[in-house]
């Protein structure tokens, strides 16, 4: 039989909305970070490539001016853009689901913002000298646009509208992660406050080589007594090195009394067989 619970390191039921205020605070920022990056990558480095790529290859370093103060721009602003994204990777919690939903929260105010500043910078873009056909270069002929050239033309429209698309995309996900983890909060509170908690033992323990913030993470076999008589539970521990699980330690399991299924596996303060191999469960330094 298999837990639906996964067990993690302690945190407050209390504060588990908490970091979806911490996301929205720092998604604004970023948000409006990207947007200026979007438009200063579009008219700093993609206006003059679409022009070089297009028609203009032996003329573009005369008026290069502002775009060389743009692609300037262009460097500040994702340096600080990547810098709130990241911040925003931590603010959906220390824990593994907190970090994910960050993850997409911060790829959400990327895409939105590149979206916003690409649209802005539409009117801006240098139209090409010729649409249709290259300008003849030296005494060789017009040749006319291949497919390629078409979709670079469209350019300006194509970078907001598809980062757009992917920030709906985003959107989606992000709604679905929150009521997933909403939901999972609240089967969490609810087997706090309803449930029985015993003390459980340790049959089987595997190491996954997988370490969560610095902290192993295990599946273990746990045996635990209820009303109707004695089960095992198999299920996942993310515990700190000093509290890694062995075989035989006991765990502390709560568990729902009208499906003993559903529990939640925590270590146990009072093991002292806890952390006994303490060694083999060090993360990686290379």
Not at 123 to 129: A, F, H, K, N, R
Not at 201 to 223: A, C, E, K, L
Not at 273 to 279: E, I, R, V
């Amino acid at each position: 039989m298999f837990g639906s619970f996964e067990s993690g390191l302690p945190e407050d039921p209390r504060q588990a909305r908490r970091p979806s205020a911490r996301l929205w605070l720092l998604g604004v920022p970023t948000t409006l970070a990207w947007a200026v990056v979007g438009w200063s990558g579009a008219l700093g480095l993609l206006d003059g490539f679409r022009l070089m790529s297009l028609n203009r290859v032996g003329s573009w370093g005369a008026d290069a001016g502002p775009a060389v103060s743009l692609v300037l721009f262009f460097s500040v602003s994702i340096t600080v853009a990547s810098s709130l994204g990241f911040a925003m990777l931590w603010g959906g919690g220390m824990s593994l689901r907190g970090m994910g939903i960050g993850f997409r929260a911060s790829t959400l105010a990327a895409c939105l913002g590149v979206a916003i500043g690409g649209a802005v910078a539409i009117p801006s873009w240098t139209p090409p000298e010729s649409v249709g056909q290259r300008l003849p270069f030296g005494d060789g002929a017009a040749e006319p646009w291949t497919d390629v050239d078409w979709i670079v033309y469209y350019e300006p429209y194509l970078l907001p509208g598809v980062a757009g698309v992917a920030a709906l995309v985003m959107i989606m996900v992000l709604v679905r992660a929150f009521v997933t983890k909403a939901e999972a909060d609240d089967r969490a509170q609810a087997l706090a406050q309803t449930g029985r908690q015993v003390i459980g033992y340790v049959s089987d323990i595997q190491f996954t080589n997988v370490w969560v913030m610095g902290n192993p993470r295990f599946t273990v076999h746990v045996r635990f007594s209820t009303e109707s008589g004695e089960r095992t539970v198999v299920t996942t521990m993310i515990t700190q090195p000093l509290q890694a699980p062995s075989r035989g330690s006991t765990v502390r399991v709560t568990y729902d009394p009208r499906n003993p299924d559903v529990v939640q596996v925590d270590p146990d303060p009072a093991d002292r067989a806890a952390g006994g191999h303490l060694g083999a469960y060090l993360p990686p330094m290379f």
